[in-house]
């Protein structure tokens, strides 16, 4: 069983892996683009419309705040992660619970940017490209959570198998 502290720093790092695997995604995407900062810059503009009727600021400002926000998202579920695979190693049968919770997180996150999105902000943005941004940080933070606690392959398989 982990302390505390050793799950919240892990949950911090796999936040901080997912947030920056995704702002490294669009990065390279905006600057084969020629587009530099255009998807954080978009993301930041629909974000603060959400908030703020009217204001319009630069791109910079944009990209920023919705990096602040993202990375802060990308914590908190860093964070509940590492929880949950920390609770798995007293209660085995939510390791499968973790594949389900990645399916239902990774379509309710799309279909949550789709709903709150605004078309005209965000329709310049490919869904796939979304989609695979959000691959890249679910790759990146099970990853090292995997890494971190070999003891989840156990049950992991055993939670699947029907033998917990």
Known sequence: ????????????????????????????????????????????KAMLSLLEHGIEHGVLFNAAAYTVFHVLAFIGVGALASVLVDVTQRIPQIAAGLLLLFAVFESGFYFMVMALSKPEILGAIAWYQILAANLVAAALMGGYLWKRHPEFKPAFEHALDGSV
């Open 1 to 44: 069983m982990s302390t505390r502290k050793q799950v919240s720093t892990e949950g911090v790092t796999a936040g901080v892996l997912g947030a920056g695997g995704v702002a490294v995604w669009f990065f390279v995407a905006d600057l084969i683009a020629g587009q530099p900062l255009y998807t954080p810059g978009l993301l930041g």
